[in-house]
């Protein structure tokens, strides 16, 4: 398997517009952070968990020739919002783009995206097959199963997603203690850290590290960063044994 970062940064990205901070003038590569997103290539299945409004520039830098389907977390937009973008994944694939994520997830895409789901389609909008899935089954992509995990985003109920040994988790605030028997026995596993700061839907850096202890994965990479942070190389050397930061780029194989 293997895991490449499309995007680390939280809502806004990393830099701000307009933002002068340390971590926005950052030259550092590692603070140059699109929205947050992964793309997952296993048992010869292509996936995207979530796709926000950096998708196309995050398939142009890793040259993905071929998406088979994608995995939704929530419906915030900067998981979401990129779904038009697909239109060339439909063009040449000729086929309608497989998008998994729960009901209300499923109904915001239908939402947002009102005019690809038009009665008699012009040509050229995007066609996406939706898949309602829950919390409590396991699910399949080609012959790639995967584990829906069930996260709180604040109040809100999202999902994370486990394949295999790896799991990526953002947006996290809490997890219902019932969902950590799905988290035994990772080799890798992605969590969000926003800041330093508390904030009341995302994990601050001192909770996602308490969290990935709790989960004890063999390596954990944080992700979903926000400007407030400082510049990576300020905190990444104080990170506890076996945690590391994402960055956009980063390609993790297991
Ligand atoms: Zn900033
Ligand atoms: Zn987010």
Redesign the pocket.
Known sequence: MKITFLGTGTSQG???IA???????SENPKDKRLRTSAFVEVNGMNICIDIGPDFRQQMLREKVSRLDAVVLTHEHNDHMIGADDLRPFNFFQKQDMPIFGEQRVLDEVKARFQYAFIPHPYPGIPQFLLTTINDSEVFKIGGVNIQPVRLHHGTLPILGYRIEDFCYLTDVKTIPEEEFTKLKGLKVLVLNALRRGPHHSHLTLSEALDMAKKIGAEKTYLTHFS??LGPVAEWEQDLPEGVFPAWDGLILEI
């Open positions: 990393i830099p701000v933002c002068t901070c340390s971590a926005c003038v400007h407030d």
